[in-house]
């Protein structure tokens, strides 16, 4: 894969991902298993197909390809469309909670970058035909969530949603053009977004280059390989967070164990 990647884009479905596709002028790259498209710019967008499951695994297959690129991250973006009880058709929600209706998991996306209309996301494993909560109701955005945290700092996770039914415009009304229209009407919003979030990943990306990510090993600590990942974990989010000044002070102060600098860390970013 590309080693100036950015942003990788987690779709559903080949009619919600055309209108991305062309905005952004990806071009095809890989045919199976999955489709995958990516542009000249480092974005890259692959279609999961419909479910937790799938996003898990499309999430997982992408981040493995990337693996020869070592420490740099990239962002990811979940979009498509969605239900809501009461939102007008076309309204677009960048997603601020993600509750996975099976198991109650639940998943705080961060809203540093945003600039629009927030809500809460429910994600089902059947389409919602009845909207019960004032939430988004999709089918992938719980395992997106999940998956992506594996590979990514918190503040590079995000989803947005296209509303495309509800109670007034049921599931039945969706249609091809429908779809298609939505999507296309939400590229210029989308793609704000987008220009934003890659301008966070690529200064994050400048920062660990010069291995300023590593400032709590300087100090003799021991660390343990899973204190090691979660280490790098906080400090990519601090980065991202543009927190670097308040990191660097930790980083230089006496620390009694790995442990220690760890717990400071995580209460500093409650």
């Known amino acids: 894969m590309n080693s100036d990647l950015i942003l990788n884009f987690l779709i559903a479905h080949k009619l ?7 905005h952004f002028k990806m071009e095809l790259v890989e045919k199976s298993p999955y489709k995958i498209y990516q542009n ?4 890259r967008l692959i279609i999961s197909g419909t479910g937790y499951n799938n996003a898990v695994r499309a999430v997982t297959y992408l981040a493995e390809a990337d693996k ?7 962002g990811w973006v979940n979009t498509g469309i969605a239900g809501h009880k009461t939102a007008g058709i076309g309204s677009l929600f960048f997603i601020n909670k993600i509750v996975y209706k099976k198991t109650g998991e639940v998943y705080y996306p961060a809203l540093n970058l ?19 909560k004032d939430s988004v109701y999709d089918m992938e955005g719980a395992g997106f ?14 989803s947005i949603k296209v509303i ?29 977004f987008c220009k934003a979030l890659m301008s966070q ?35 990519q989010r601090y980065c991202a967070l543009d927190r670097k000044e308040e990191l660097e002070s930790l980083g230089s102060s006496n620390w009694r164990s790995s442990k220690d600098l760890l717990n400071e860390l995580a209460k500093n970013l409650e």
């Open 16 to 22: 919600e991902a055309s209108p991305i596709v062309t």
């Open 40 to 43: 000249k710019q480092g974005m």
């Open 68 to 74: 020869p690129r070592g420490p740099a991250s990239a």
């Open 114 to 132: 945003v600039n629009g209309m927030s809500t809460g996301l429910i994600t089902v494993d059947e389409p919602e035909l009845y909207y019960p």
């Open 145 to 158: 969530f999940k998956a992506s945290m594996n590979f990514s700092s918190v503040e590079f996770i995000h």
């Open 164 to 192: 495309s039914d509800n109670r007034a415009h049921p599931t039945q009304k969706i249609t091809r053009d429908l779809i298609f229209d939505l999507m296309t009407r939400s590229c210029p919003q989308i793609q704000a």
């Open 201 to 235: 990943v690529m200064e994050f990306n400048r920062i660990a280059s010069f291995g300023e990510i590593d400032l709590g090993l300087l100090n003799g600590l021991h660390f343990t390989a899973t204190q090691r990942l979660q280490f790098q974990r906080y400090c």
